[in-house]
């Protein structure tokens, strides 16, 4: 059974600095790995989705890499901002029954 | 495009009652996904459906079931409720073949 691991639970940075928020999976036969954030008592938002034949992905001030043979995917977030303040996701398909396995969540804070 | 609209967005039950929760999904999307969010658990996958037909399940009691209608827009219910089921019930939708899901903003269930 698919397991999704995200260390740490919760994390707080100075505004401006550059982040790395992590995300582990322990079945590689994965075919692609979707980071969301979460703004609290909302839905999700999909941010970016890397495709397993895929290193990497950008969009803006984010940057998603996958590595399937170490199980490990990473979303860097470059000058972070105020804005940036949720919690973030990684969710993998699962061959099973269901469709996606999220991982425990990074709760990111912000500081200005 | 409109986005995955849910409703109602809040709903306060009492043990025992059944409650009924709404998705439409974004126009030309078939396939409507469920999942239930609590502090606890997390993120777990509920059920999903494409053209009215339920494609997969998770492991949830019976008492947890779903349809979808012809124009995709899905409903799921919980009968007999139970203190545990409070919880944020999120709906997403993607369109066929695609693996990025699109989700809602959440209905809020209080069973007290």
């Known amino acids: 059974k698919q397991e999704v691991t995200q260390i740490p639970a919760a994390l707080s940075v100075p505004e401006g600095e550059n982040l790395v928020l992590n995300c582990s999976f322990t079945d590689s036969a994965i075919y692609n790995l979707q980071w969301f954030r979460q703004d609290p008592g909302k839905g999700l938002t999909s941010l970016l989705l890397?495709?397993?034949?895929?290193r990497e992905q950008t969009s803006g001030r984010l940057n998603a890499s996958l590595d399937k043979s170490s199980g490990r995917s990473t979303l860097y977030i470059a000058a972070s901002q105020p804005g940036d303040s949720a919690t973030y996701l990684c969710?993998?398909?699962?061959?099973?029954?269901?469709?996606?396995?999220f991982g425990t969540g990074t709760r990111l804070t912000i500081i200005p | 495009k409109a986005g995955v609209t849910q409703t109602p967005r809040y709903l306060i039950k009492t043990r025992g009652q059944q409650v009924t929760l709404s998705c439409s999904p974004i126009?030309?999307?078939?396939?409507v996904s469920w999942y239930q969010q609590t502090p606890g658990q997390g993120l777990q996958f509920l059920f999903e459906y494409f053209s009215e037909t339920q494609r997969n399940k998770g492991n949830f009691p019976g008492r947890f079931s779903g349809r979808q209608f012809s124009n995709s827009r899905s409903e799921m219910n919980v009968s007999t409720l139970e203190l545990g089921d409070s919880a944020l019930y999120l709906c997403?939708?993607?369109?066929?073949?695609?693996?990025?899901?699109?989700f809602g903003p959440g209905t809020r269930l209080t069973v007290l």
């Open positions: 997403a939708s993607s369109s066929e073949g695609a693996d990025t899901q699109y």
């Open positions: 890397i495709q397993s034949s895929q």
């Open positions: 126009s030309g999307h078939r396939s």
């Open positions: 969710a993998v398909p699962n061959f099973g029954n269901e469709k996606l396995t």
